[in-house]
């Protein structure tokens, strides 16, 4: 249907995929269309509940099947982003987003319209799904916000990497960009990816999936015991660490808290850098 240019069927399709809020507020001053809603984590539900805004989402799964409809599947090596934010990077690739946004003028115009949407939210300035709806809603004089969900630059060596990763893709094409601290703000504004004459586009705003943390921290009045906090090394081919020796420091932290009942052990992993099964085996091993 799109390549023969029968729009409206895909907008009738996709218009249901939206997920509206479970209460809609009448008169709420904010109503906010969230990108790839899978990837905001806890900030959608600090902001869902604010009795001025309405929140509509659009889930990754269709975002991506959109984009995949009018790109081909590239190398994994190239960077999509940089083809994207900086026209004629790739000349076939915009020549695609050509198209692309010719379809997204017509769909979000309706969108727009129909859900009576304020502003577009995204998660990351490199979400290659997000991004072209973000252009065109530009256009279509709909703010693109982006609350930037990556802030943590831990050493020196990560600021370097964000800083010249950033470098390539151009300059901020939204309305306004909200990261988590000075340092985020920084590595944005150092890389020219945000110029130091248009700082005003971004802003600080803290971590909002943080808010009801450090708000059942405040309710709390008996003193709570020690903790750790433990974040796994990453089983990566790129690591300087052997696999056998990242076990073995997990191994270490299990025992550490079984030896250690006193103390509360928090380890945030990701299952896509160390898999469910070795924590399960490493459990098993540590308990016996």
């Not at 899978?38 to 889930?59: A, P, V």
């Not at 319209?113 to 995204?122: A, D, G, Q, T, V």
């Not at 025992?255 to 009942?261: D, E, G, L």
Request: with cysteine.
């Amino acid at each position: 249907l799109i390549y023969i240019r029968l729009y409206y069927p895909v907008y009738f399709f996709l218009r249901q995929k939206i997920i509206k809020p479970v209460t809609l507020n009448k008169f709420a001053k904010v109503t906010c269309l969230m990108l790839s809603i899978e990837k905001f984590r806890g900030d959608f539900k600090e902001l869902s509940k604010r009795s001025d805004t309405n929140i509509y989402c659009l889930s990754q799964l269709w975002l991506s099947r959109l984009y995949l409809t009018f790109y081909p599947k590239r190398k994994k090596q190239e960077d999509k982003t940089k083809n994207l934010l900086v026209p004629d990077t790739n000349k076939y690739i915009t020549n695609k987003q050509k198209n692309y946004h010719s379809f997204l003028f017509y769909f979000l115009r309706k969108i727009f319209r129909e859900f009576k949407i304020n502003c577009i939210l995204s998660a990351d300035v490199r979400y290659i799904c997000d991004i072209d709806v973000g252009l065109v809603s530009e256009k279509l004089n709909i703010p693109y916000i982006v609350l930037h969900r990556e802030s943590l630059f831990a050493s020196k060596e990560i600021y370097k990497i964000v800083k010249h990763r950033l470098s390539n893709w151009g300059n901020f094409q939204g309305s306004k960009l909200i990261v988590h601290n000075n340092v985020s703000k920084k590595v944005f504004l150092d890389s020219g990816f945000v110029s130091y004459s248009n700082k005003r586009l971004i802003d600080i705003g803290g971590c909002l999936r943080m808010d009801s943390f450090f708000n059942n921290l405040s309710n709390k009045h008996e003193k709570s015991q020690k903790c750790i906090t433990f974040f796994p090394f990453q089983a990566k081919a790129s690591s300087p660490w052997p696999v056998s020796f990242i076990k073995s420091v997990n191994k270490e932290i299990i025992k550490f808290a079984i030896n250690n009942p006193g103390i509360d052990i928090f380890i945030k992993t990701k299952d896509r850098t160390l898999k469910k099964t070795d924590w399960l085996e490493i459990f098993k091993t540590c308990s016996n």
